[in-house]
């Protein structure tokens, strides 16, 4: 494996670790640079959801890792933290399982039905099985694995 790959895979794995023992799950991390600027950014989540002060927290939780987070970007850097959002990203099984019920857009890797592309709602999820309801009322499965991306629609008002 690539060296800067398997440091890179530490570091993730390293701030999931001290994310998770303060009661959060990590959801993403992301090294980039844009626009010139470097940019580490970590998407948490928890159970009851994610306010600012959540977020506060996390961010001072991880200025203080900044001897393992230094060497990707060679001096100063900015740091994101924020929630996964109304319209949050579905990623593993679990999220379908937690969000069974909610509406959400699905994209497949391959055609189902000559179509890739569904919107409607998580009915339930056996094993590996997504059991899904569309728009127009058509029943689909489909097995995990076969998801290319998938997130929730927001149906509330702001």
């Known amino acids: ?6 440091r890179r895979l530490k570091l993730v794995k390293a701030l999931e ?5 303060a009661g959060y799950d990590c959801l993403e991390v992301e090294l980039t640079h844009e626009e010139g600027r470097p940019i580490l950014r970590v ?3 928890s159970l009851g959801g994610i306010g600012v002060e959540d977020c506060e927290k996390v961010s001072r939780l991880l200025g203080g890792m ?3 987070i230094d060497p990707f ?3 100063r850097h ?11 990203p579905l990623r593993k099984i679990e999220d379908f399982r937690r ?9 497949l890797k391959e055609s189902l039905n000559s179509q890739r592309n569904f919107k409607g709602r998580i ?3 056996e094993s590996e099985t997504i059991l899904f309801t569309t728009d127009d009322g058509v029943e689909i499965s489909f097995p995990f694995e076969s998801v290319r991306k998938a997130n929730l629609v927001y149906e509330g008002e702001i």
């Open 43 to 45: 998407v948490i989540d």
């Open 66 to 68: 900044q001897e393992e």
């Open 78 to 88: 900015f740091l994101e933290v924020s929630s996964p959002g109304l319209e949050r």
């Open 73 to 75: 970007f060679r001096g």
């Open 17 to 21: 670790d001290e994310i998770g023992k």
């Open 99 to 107: 969000f069974k019920g909610s509406k959400a857009r699905i994209q």
């Open 123 to 125: 009915h339930s999820v």
């Open 1 to 6: 494996m690539d060296p800067r790959r398997e």
